[in-house]
């Protein structure tokens, strides 16, 4: 059946650290959203990539879409104690299923 | 109101008895789905809302587990004879139309089965 994969499971980085998490479906996918979930919080919605190969920068962080749309990945640049949580992709197929990925868990080591 | 509301935010309740909770979206918004979160665990899908579809309840782990939404606002699910492997976070989530569009998640229900 459809599979969202993330890896890696955890992450620790020291601050300052550049940090990624990737993201992997079994079939293509029509777009993929990313979602930051704070420790104790509910999921909140950051981007959603929906063409073959696009990148998205949101100030440190960047998005891409694998140019056969079955990937993505998040990178985040010099990481600060902000961005800790759990970071999910969700990807919508063409028959309008959405696949929550299993998550990446980030700590950020002050 | 400016967000998704969920209610209660705490729920504890003895082992077999039954409990609803409530969601309610974003007004506006036609899509709504519930999901459950274990500790330090990913979203499980429960149920997906859209307008006056019929639902779709593939995510539903047993019959103990059903959820309506009335007039295509407010949301209910309710879980009978609750075991304790029901504990977990339940999330009510609510979007402006079809499944691509971004969703937007409440605090959350967390219910606790003693």
């Known amino acids: 059946g459809q599979q969202v994969m993330q890896i890696p499971q955890y992450q620790h980085v020291q601050e300052g650290e550049d940090f990624t998490t990737y993201c992997n479906s079994s079939?293509?996918?029509?777009?993929i959203q990313w979602y930051k979930q704070r420790p104790g919080g509910h999921p909140v919605f950051l981007i959603q990539?929906?063409?073959?190969?696009e990148v998205k920068k949101q100030k440190r962080l960047t998005f891409q879409f694998g140019e056969a749309k079955k990937n993505s990945s998040l990178h985040i640049t010099a990481t600060q104690t902000t961005d800790v949580g759990t970071y999910f992709c969700?990807?919508?197929?063409?028959?309008?299923?959405?696949?929550f990925g299993t998550g990446t868990r980030l700590t950020v080591i002050p | 109101g400016a967000g998704v509301s969920q209610s209660p935010s705490n729920k504890v309740t003895e082992k077999g008895k039954d409990v609803e909770l409530r969601c309610d979206p974003i007004?506006?918004?036609?899509?709504l789905y519930w999901y459950r979160q274990s500790l330090g665990q990913g979203l499980e899908f429960l149920i997906y809302?859209?307008?006056?579809?019929?639902?779709?309840k593939s995510g539903l782990p047993s019959d103990r587990f059903s959820a309506e939404r009335t007039g295509g606002s407010v949301s209910t699910l309710t879980i009978q004879r609750t075991q304790q492997e029901d504990s977990a976070v339940y999330l009510c989530?609510?979007?402006?139309?079809?499944?691509?569009?971004?969703?937007?998640f409440g605090d959350g229900t967390r219910l606790s089965i003693l």
């Open positions: 809302f859209q307008g006056n579809s019929a639902p779709d």
């Open positions: 969700a990807g919508i197929t063409g028959a309008n299923n959405l696949f």
């Open positions: 007004s506006g918004h036609t899509a």
């Open positions: 079939t293509t996918l029509s777009n």
């Open positions: 989530a609510s979007s402006l139309g079809t499944v691509g569009q971004p969703q937007h």
């Open positions: 990539l929906v063409k073959s190969g």
